[in-house]
């Protein structure tokens, strides 16, 4: 299995720093606001791999750092310190040593992202299909024909109904505006996909179709994914491995169902009981 990406000592400090911070935050010490200059450690020293075709679940409780993760890999932030590779085919990028305008053509033409807000993955002033074409007019598509019938084939493949392709996303129910975020998001078939919270706020049976949907999109296409979430039901359903974030440190990391049939951390321990 090759490897697509590889995360090495991640950080993210919001503030000014300071050489206090590290040793003050943390799970220890149960904060991640620093008590001398007030800085906030959203992120230190995360690491991991993502293989191809895998999903890979980022747990932790809210304020853990999760989200963090996937908003500095797909150039949302920029980290405080770390690299991570991207390996696509034949050619590795460093992520954060790229300038602006490569960084744009990776989270344009080989990533994907669906936000829980889905007021940031879409443009709620053009269509459902007017937004997947954006999307596709930043590749190599251009004839407005094959735009369109490519919008209307991926509205089709997330169940969205094609009498919709023209209505804006403000119409839409929640689990349809995620549908058509998903639907944007492979717009450009990208072997990594990020997804941040994608069902919170969903009714459970819309939830549990989002869920069933991306499994099929990583099963037909073999697509690698990052899944943030609180939801201990999604890290199971969803994901081969998992890593449990809190106070934006790394505490537990391995195969998901050893991390939730057997917690060695506390913290982790507590969250499994909870969700019982």
Known sequence: ????????????????????????????????????CGSVVALHDVSFDLFEGEILGVMG????????????????????????????????????????????????HRFGMVYQNPHLGLNFNITAGGNIAERLL????????????????????????LSRVDDLPKNFSGGMQQRVQIAKALATRPPLLFLDEVTTGLDLSVQARILDLILEIQQ????????VTHDLGVIRLLTGRAIVMKYGRVIEAGLTDQILEDPQHAYTQRLVASAL
């Not at 090495?8 to 008590?35: F, H, M, Q, V, W």
């Not at 930043?138 to 109904?161: C, F, H, N, P, Q």
């Not at 037909?220 to 899944?227: D, K």
């Open 1 to 36: 299995m090759n490897k697509i990406i590889e995360v090495r000592g991640l950080s993210k400090i919001y503030g000014p720093g300071c050489p206090l911070c590290i040793e003050s935050t943390g799970p220890d010490a149960d904060t991640n606001l620093c008590p001398h």
């Open 61 to 108: 409780e809210s304020g853990s750092g999760k989200s963090t993760v996937v908003k500095t890999l797909y150039f949302d932030q920029a980290p405080s310190g770390g690299e991570a590779i991207f390996y696509d085919s034949d050619t590795q990028h460093e992520l954060f040593a790229l300038n602006a305008a490569r960084q744009r053509w990776l989270r344009n």
């Open 138 to 161: 930043m590749s190599d598509l251009m004839d407005y024909g094959a735009i369109r019938e490519r919008a209307k084939a991926l509205l089709a493949r997330t169940e969205v109904l």
């Open 220 to 227: 037909e296409l073999n697509t690698a994914m990052i899944v």
